[in-house]
């Protein structure tokens, strides 16, 4: 029987108001993000410090903790306690991490917003990933998606200086939407949730604002989803990744356009969408 961690319920506010003076000399209250260091300690040892909005922290340190691979089942982790009054989370493992301290020596600082890291040796795993190779993703969907994500309501729309991620089905029903300042924290948020929820990847689809960097198509494939989206774009080194992985990345997801990079069979074109979107111009 699968044992649950516990875990903390750490509520934080997102945003804080701040008085602004525009170009007229005119001065009004505005929301920014609340960004905030959370320290990560595993059985009372150190690991390392997130800039986060805090909105899942929880869900963050175990998509952490998954996506680094250094803990690899849910099952190992007894408990994961945030406290906001000292900005740290207290993870504690049934039987420890073993070697730890050589696995967590080798650091690589990454693309993130907000300067992110992964511990080397990821990138030697690649070659085990093995991605459902039926998974398909209709066009019709894709738009779906894209227009969810459209009227999604955010702090992005509200603040700005955010990146959002989001977790969606194979029919395009949105699962999960988590924002933070870094977008890799918000796709550790959502490996989180996954984990605790039992939710595979193996039709999903991923949204992100951000880049589709490595390290993003890395953890991606480490959840074992198909399908990267993007409204942005991708890195050489991303691509490399997802065309290794078979995994299909999507660049430029606007409206009904869309750049298909890698893993192009995956993708159903439905030619009605696009004589349907011609219609309506």
């Not at 907000?114 to 990821?122: A, E, N, R, V």
Request: net charge neutral; with cysteine; hydrophobic share 40%.
């Amino acid at each position: 029987m699968l044992r649950r961690p516990v875990l903390s319920n750490a509520v934080i506010s997102l945003t804080r108001t701040v008085e602004v003076t525009d170009e007229r000399g005119r001065v009004s209250d505005v929301a920014i993000p609340a960004e905030r260091p959370l320290t990560i300690y595993v059985d009372k040892r150190e690991l390392v410090t997130l800039m986060t909005l805090g909105g899942a922290p929880e869900a963050l340190t175990l998509g952490y903790l998954r996506n680094q691979r250094l803990v690899r089942a849910l099952d190992d982790i007894a408990s994961v306690q945030v406290d906001w009054d000292v900005d740290a989370v207290a993870v504690t493992t049934r039987d420890g991490i073993d070697d730890i301290e050589s696995r967590t020596a080798k650091r690589v600082v990454t693309t993130g917003c907000g300067q992110g890291s992964m511990f080397g040796g990821l990138m030697d795993e690649v070659d085990s990933i093995v991605l459902n190779p039926d998974a398909r993703l209709r066009q019709s969907v894709l738009y779906r998606i894209v227009d969810t994500i459209r009227t999604q309501p955010s702090v992005y729309k509200q603040a700005g200086s955010v990146h959002g991620c989001a977790l969606f089905d194979a029919e395009g029903t949105l699962l999960y939407f988590i924002e933070d300042v870094g977008r890799h924290n918000a796709v550790d948020a959502i490996a989180g949730r996954m984990w605790l929820d039992g939710v595979r990847g193996d039709d999903k689809i991923f949204y992100t604002t951000g880049r589709l960097t490595s390290e993003m198509v890395i953890k991606g494939g480490q959840m074992g989803i198909p399908f990267l989206l993007s409204r942005s774009g991708t890195t050489q080194m991303g691509h490399m990744v997802a065309e290794k992985l078979h995994m299909t990345l999507l660049a430029r997801c606007t409206g009904k356009h869309f750049l298909l990079l890698t893993a192009k069979d995956r993708l159903l074109f439905e030619p009605d969408q696009v004589d349907r979107s011609i219609r309506l111009a």
